[in-house]
């Protein structure tokens, strides 16, 4: 399984930006899917994640109300929709795939592939 994550850039502050990610593979409608940062000097923070069921979703609380993680089983395409960014957003996006047939889960050690991830920058 691989995954390409595309749609980063510079933005400035109250713009949007989405996000993709093409995963390879046949087990792609089956895999609980999500989207993680790392901003420079910090560690790597859950942002949304998408049940393969359902599919149910969840945030983290800065995310809600602004972020909308979806899935296109079809394309084998994960996405994230990111409307009022602010400079706090800036990072590196990264996607990951879990385990088939698991639950959705926050933390990344659940998570097992990763994409390369693509640059976030919110200007002020």
């Known amino acids: 399984v691989q995954l390409q994550a595309s749609g980063g850039g510079l933005v400035q502050a109250c713009g949007s930006l989405r996000l993709s990610c093409v995963v390879s593979?046949?087990?792609?409608?089956?895999?609980?899917l999500g989207w993680f940062r790392q901003a420079p000097g910090k560690e790597r923070e859950f942002v949304a994640a998408?049940?393969?069921?359902?599919?149910?979703?969840y945030y983290t609380e800065s995310a809600k109300g602004r972020f909308t993680i979806s899935r296109d089983n079809a394309e084998n395409t994960l996405y994230l929709q990111m409307n009022d960014l602010k400079p706090e957003d800036t990072a590196v996006y990264s996607c990951?795939?879990?385990?088939?047939?698991?639950?959705?889960?926050?933390?990344?050690?659940?998570?097992?592939?990763w994409g390369q991830g693509t640059l976030v920058t919110v200007s002020s």
């Open positions: 990951a795939a879990g385990r088939s047939y698991e639950p959705t889960f926050r933390s990344p050690g659940n998570y097992e592939y």
């Open positions: 593979g046949p087990t792609f409608s089956s895999r609980p």
């Open positions: 998408i049940g393969w069921s359902g599919p149910s979703t």
